[in-house]
C-alpha cells in the first residue's frame, strides 16, 4: 500500500484488542485470578496506533499480575479505561497492588512504554501514592 500512496491503515476495535490482551494475560499469567474492571467504548482505531497501545497494556497487565499482586493482596484488582474526548483518546489503568516507584522508575518495562508513547505522540503519568496508576493521552 506504501508504494502505491495509499497510506490509510485499515481500523480495528480497539476494545475488541485491548480486552484480549487483559484476559490472555489474567488466565495465563494470574495464580490468583484479579478482578478486571474494563471500560472501554466500540472505537475504530487504525491498526498501528491499535497495536501501539496493545503492546502498552500488555507491559502493564503483565507487571501487575508478575511483581505487583502479592500473596498478602486478598482482593488483587485491575482497572483499564479507555474514552475519546476532543480529538484525544485516554487511556487509564490502575491496579490495588504494592508499586516500587523506584523500581518503576529504573525498570525496563518503563523505557519500553516511554517509546511507545513516544511513537504515539503521547504523554502519561504514573502515580504509586495508592496502589499503580498510569495515564495515556494521545491524538486520536
Do not use: M
Amino acid at each position: 500500500k506504501r508504494l502505491s500512496g495509499d497510506t490509510e491503515l485499515p481500523k480495528v476495535n480497539i476494545k475488541d484488542v485491548l480486552e484480549e490482551v487483559v484476559a490472555n494475560n489474567r488466565y495465563s499469567l494470574a495464580e490468583t485470578k484479579a478482578d478486571c474492571a474494563i471500560s472501554i467504548p466500540d472505537t475504530e482505531l487504525d491498526s498501528y496506533k491499535a497495536s501501539i497501545l496493545a503492546l502498552i497494556v500488555n507491559e502493564l497487565t503483565v507487571n501487575s499480575f508478575k511483581h505487583a499482586f502479592s500473596p498478602q493482596n486478598q482482593k488483587p484488582a485491575l482497572s483499564l479505561d479507555v474514552s475519546c474526548e476532543n480529538g484525544s483518546l485516554n487511556l487509564r489503568y490502575a491496579d490495588n497492588g504494592h508499586a516500587d516507584s523506584d523500581r518503576i522508575s529504573k525498570g525496563e518495562g518503563l523505557n519500553l512504554i516511554d517509546g511507545l508513547a513516544k511513537q504515539l505522540r503521547g504523554s502519561y503519568q504514573i502515580n504509586t501514592a495508592s496502589g499503580f496508576e498510569f495515564k495515556l493521552k494521545i491524538p486520536c
